[in-house]
């Protein structure tokens, strides 16, 4: 079977070809590294079954022949989307389009990855499918907040109208290794400023709640969510429902690192979500799907990671890759 992943050198992206080229498909694999990096599947080169082709997706894609399309194309992370605003709203616009159009010339089948954050700061708890959401269309949330509804509605009326196989995937927040050091989320932030004896900055009072998925359980279920045939032109969450508050996650840092870094506590930021929990019920019954790797666990295996990451040299780009 042949498979495109566009955004594919990103940081769920690189995990989900991983998995698909363990099971033996032919992966092509599309990014433009705005956020992604090709160091992310450097380890795939001299696989014969994987390609990866620098591209933007909010230009016309090359004419690659696919069974199936994951797209996961797009900066996804508050230091990526609040860099790359408009970039972010492209992508999520012509980006759809274009590999919907991919998907319908070769009767592919198409999984677009949404996002919780369609579900904005929630009214409803925890959040169904069925909610519609309490979103801020002008709020500095909102150029990934708003493509990402917009992708959803893109992704429903073109598989209406063009009788496309779809599937939408609202991803809850993921943790692992690859998540840049960087990119804003609170794990690698909390994880990053503890290892380097830097004190950990909890935004507000510390009860916002998060709920964790580790990324080998996301992308098990994004290739049920693909290959589940009941799964076609259904809406499905996808994350781990166990709830923590920020400051319990805070603790659970300095207990795995070990280290002597304080919490400190900043001031709320600008429209900070005060609870976010996924009903996964429908993944449960839909793709018999739910996580298996607890948070203790899944931040042991990050903080090696990032330990191994911070001290290593940067390899070379994977050279089977095309442009």
């Known amino acids: 079977m042949r498979v495109i992943v566009a955004g594919g050198a990103g940081f769920i992206g690189s995990h989900l070809c991983d998995a698909l080229l363990a099971l033996g498909y032919h992966v092509t694999a599309l990014d433009n590294f705005i956020t992604g990096s090709s160091k992310n ?49 492209y992508t999520n616009a012509f980006g759809t389009l274009h590999t919907l159009e991919l ?124 290959f589940t045939d009941a799964a076609s032109h259904q809406v499905v969450n996808l994350g781990n429902p166990t709830e923590f508050t920020v400051s319990d996650l805070a603790l659970q840092v300095q207990s795995i690192t070990g280290t002597r870094s304080p919490i400190e506590h900043l001031p709320a930021r600008p429209e900070e979500i005060a609870q976010r929990k996924p009903d996964i019920q429908k993944a449960l019954s839909l793709l018999n799907w739910a996580p298996n790797i607890n948070l203790e666990t899944g931040l042991m295996e990050t903080v090696a990671w990032l330990k191994a990451t911070l001290q290593a040299p940067s390899p070379a780009p994977a050279p089977n890759s095309a442009r």
């Open 41 to 89: 599947v450097a380890h795939h080169s001299s696989n014969p079954n994987f390609r990866l082709i620098e591209h933007d997706v909010t230009q016309p894609l090359p004419d690659i022949e696919c069974d199936a399309v994951f797209n996961l194309a797009s900066p996804a992370s508050p230091e990526g989307y609040g860099r790359y605003p408009l970039e972010t709203m």
């Open 103 to 226: 998907a319908h010339r070769y009767g592919s089948r198409y999984l677009l990855t949404s996002t919780s954050e369609v579900y904005g700061d929630p009214l409803v708890h925890p959040q169904p499918e069925t909610y519609w959401g309490n979103v801020n269309p002008v709020g500095p949330r909102s150029c990934y907040d708003e493509g990402k509804r917009f992708a959803e509605a893109l992704v429903f009326n073109f598989g209406q109208q063009k009788g496309l196989d779809y599937r939408i995937v609202r991803i809850f927040n993921t943790y692992g290794p690859r998540n840049h050091p960087e990119d804003g989320r609170v794990i690698p932030n909390f994880l990053t400023q503890a290892l380097a004896g830097k004190p950990i900055t909890v935004y507000g009072d510390g009860s916002q709640t998060r709920s964790f998925c580790f990324v080998s359980d996301l992308v098990e279920g994004l290739i049920r969510m693909m």
